[in-house]
């Protein structure tokens, strides 16, 4: 990415649930992409069985999401599920993220 940056649309993630995780992982990204920023950086994978409350804590992924945002590292934040829409539906009632990825299936009576 580092001769054609500016042509691109650039998105990353991270499986990580705390600061320091997530932090490490958009460094890596950023040195794997070589690039100082990222268009769109996603908490990937939320499931139903995570307690999505340390996402918001303290040591939560979101503290270092939101100070990657303010520094201009990154522009947009997102979340990403495989599974059912419940964590994700309670994500977004909790935050304004600026994406969604979700698993759509029109057979599954649940996404419906």
């Not at 994978?45 to 340390?54: H, K």
């Not at 939101?66 to 990154?74: F, H, I, P, S």
């Not at 522009?75 to 994500?91: A, D, M, Q, S």
Request: net charge negative; glycine share 6%; with cysteine.
């Amino acid at each position: 990415m580092k001769t054609r940056r500016d042509e691109v649309f650039l998105a990353t993630k991270t499986f990580s649930r705390n600061y320091d995780g997530a932090m490490s992982d958009l460094e890596k990204s950023l040195l794997n992409l070589q690039t100082d920023k990222i268009d769109l950086w996603q908490i990937h994978s939320v499931s139903e069985n995570e307690n999505l409350d340390w996402i918001f804590s303290d040591n939560g992924c979101l503290k270092a999401f939101e100070e990657a945002r303010d520094q201009g590292t990154v522009r947009f934040l997102g979340i990403t599920g495989h599974e059912g829409p419940g964590p994700l539906k309670e994500l977004i009632e909790r935050y304004p993220f600026d994406t969604v990825l979700m698993a759509l299936n029109a057979a599954d009576r649940q996404c419906f």
